[in-house]
């Protein structure tokens, strides 16, 4: 089960997430998402869980509390949508007269 980890401070790293999130089940993955011109954190980040027992038993614990100075919030994961944003634009035609 994948889920959602915001409130991050610029301080926590992959490691960190993983390691917070293991008290309650094995872990498959932990990323912090990070801007892709600046390699800085963008204040959020998801961790795979398993078993979706122990991820719900994580999101519960976890939200709200403090990591590395922030009280982070824990959700479920929602797929991302296909909104197209920052993509090409379509169309545009010739020259009008």
Same mark, same amino acid.
């Given at each position: 089960? /994948?889920?959602?980890?915001? /409130? #991050?401070?610029? @301080?926590?790293?992959?490691? @960190? ?5 293991? *008290? ?23 961790? @795979? ?7 719900? *038993? *994580? ?7 403090? #990591? ?8 479920? *994961? ?20």
């Amino acid at each position: 089960m /994948n889920i959602y980890v915001g /409130n #991050l401070s610029h @301080d926590v790293q992959e490691e @960190d997430l993983k390691q917070a999130f293991e *008290a309650f089940g094995k872990v498959e993955s932990a990323s912090v998402i990070k801007d892709r011109y600046t390699g800085e954190s963008k204040g959020f980040g998801f961790v @795979d869980m398993f078993s979706k027992d122990e991820a719900q *038993a *994580a999101m519960e614990a976890m939200n709200g509390k403090e #990591l590395k100075g922030q009280n982070i919030i824990v959700n479920e *994961a929602r797929p991302r949508s296909n909104n197209n944003r920052g993509g090409r634009r379509q169309g545009g035609g010739g020259r009008r007269y």
